[in-house]
């Protein structure tokens, strides 16, 4: 798991490109990496892979009660739509421990992903699914929650952040 500080956090993932198939077995890996951390969904570069894939593990239901589902892989995921209304919520991430920050995002949002099987999807999420979709795909354009708070919880996490990345730097 790689951490704050490490360069490939901050690249944009390259699109992949059809045999999807080949990717069950990183697709596993990250599943197995993202349960025993523990998280709620993983972004490719965020195990070093700098590609467009996220695994989303289940999230309950969404903020109308609508059961989203079981854990599902998206690959070339792509945020279609966002809601004016935004919210606040606790974030964290993996690869930024031990920090979390009320974060304001979109409430609902519609994207389209490809499943393992080559199938394009489009849904629309609201709730928590919605958050995690975009604190993901965020990932594969190299931002990290942090970036999304103000300037100044930024320059208050200052030391914390630098930690991290020198941490990161000896590991």
Same mark, same amino acid.
């Given at each position: ?11 944009? @993932? ?6 999807? *198939? @080949?990717?069950? @077995? ?14 709620? $969904? ?18 309950? @239901? ?11 892989? /998206? ?26 920050? %009320?974060?304001?995002?979109?409430? *609902? ?8 099987? $080559? ?30 708070? %103000? /300037? /100044? ?19």
């Amino acid at each position: 798991m790689l951490t704050y500080g490490d360069p490939v956090l901050r690249q944009k @993932s390259e699109p992949i490109a059809g045999g999807f *198939a @080949s990717l069950r @077995s990183l697709v596993e890996d990250m599943f197995e990496t993202m349960y025993a951390e523990p998280g709620i $969904g993983l972004a490719a570069p965020q195990v070093g892979v700098a590609e467009r894939l996220v695994v989303i593990g289940a999230v309950g @239901s969404d903020d109308a009660g609508k059961d989203v589902g079981k854990p599902f892989p /998206l690959v070339n995921p792509a945020i279609l739509w966002r809601s004016d209304d935004h919210v606040p919520f606790e974030e964290g991430c993996l690869s930024v421990p031990d920090i979390t920050e %009320s974060v304001d995002r979109p409430r *609902a949002i519609r994207f389209r992903y490809a499943t393992l099987d $080559g199938e394009t999807v489009e849904r629309e999420a609201a709730g928590l699914l919605a958050r995690v979709v975009q604190h993901e795909v965020d990932h594969l354009d190299g931002i990290l929650f942090v970036d999304r708070l %103000s /300037l /100044l919880k930024r320059q208050l996490l200052r030391k914390q952040l630098q930690r991290l990345a020198a941490d990161g730097r000896r590991a």
